[in-house]
């Protein structure tokens, strides 16, 4: 069953805006990660932050964890109109072994 | 990385029958394939995981006499939607997990399945 939430559900930007994506779970994690998806295509990974860190970067993308809060945000800085898809965070834990738990997901639109 | 693969992409069958959706792994040997299902603009939901040389394990509330699920070989599991009805019209997506590390979980292209 699903676990995550994620807000907002829909987000529509200007290219070069930064984009702010959030993602909350439920129970104990020993990794986050998130996707990405093209509109009715496979998932890509972008980045997986551990338990037991707080911030990762990957080139555009800032992704923090706050295990006191059970949340995690994703920014994509200086966004593009081919940054947009859907973003979905995913979560694994202790009971789960490798099987990932999704959120709702976002979508994000960059327009031109 | 790695590269997985879904066949068919699309298929389009009638109410009643039965349908037949392979996912490949191309360029490593997975024992561990997971299926996803994901309806219109919603989240990816974990159907089963899919063990190479046994029995898949369905998460609750999936049939497992409706969702057939076998892993022959550390190549290739096949995933059968029997009798199948509109309702489970659905995308589905399988991933292959590379040497058990949980970041290394790729995902098929996925298919797109439509019962009339």
């Known amino acids: 069953s699903q676990q995550g939430e994620e807000d907002p559900q829909a987000l529509s930007i200007q290219e070069g805006e930064n984009a702010t994506m959030n993602c909350s779970y439920k129970?104990?994690?020993?990794?986050l990660q998130w996707y990405r998806q093209n509109s009715g295509r496979g998932l890509v990974h972008l980045i997986l932050i551990r338990s037991n860190e707080r911030e990762k970067h990957s080139g555009r993308l800032r992704v923090t964890l706050d295990t006191s809060k059970k949340s995690s945000s994703l920014l994509i800085t200086a966004s593009r109109a081919a940054d947009t898809a859907s973003y979905f965070c995913a979560t694994d834990g202790q009971t789960s072994g490798s099987r990932l738990t999704f959120g709702e997901g976002t979508q994000l639109t960059v327009n031109p | 990385g790695a590269v997985v693969s879904q066949h068919p992409s699309w298929v389009i069958c009638k109410s009643g029958t039965s349908v037949k959706i392979e996912c490949r792994s191309l360029d490593f040997q997975a024992t561990t394939m997971f299926w996803y299902r994901q309806f219109p603009k919603q989240s990816l939901m974990l159907m089963a995981t899919s063990n190479e040389g046994s029995k898949a394990t369905y998460e609750q509330g999936v049939e497992k006499d409706k969702f057939l699920i076998n892993h022959a070989s550390l190549t290739l599991s096949t995933l059968t939607v029997t009798s199948a009805h509109p309702e489970d019209s659905s995308f589905y997506i399988c991933?292959?997990?590379?040497?058990?590390?949980?970041?290394?979980?790729?995902f098929g292209p996925g298919t797109r399945l439509t019962v009339t």
């Open positions: 991933s292959v997990l590379k040497g058990g590390f949980v970041d290394e979980q790729y």
């Open positions: 129970t104990s994690i020993n990794n």
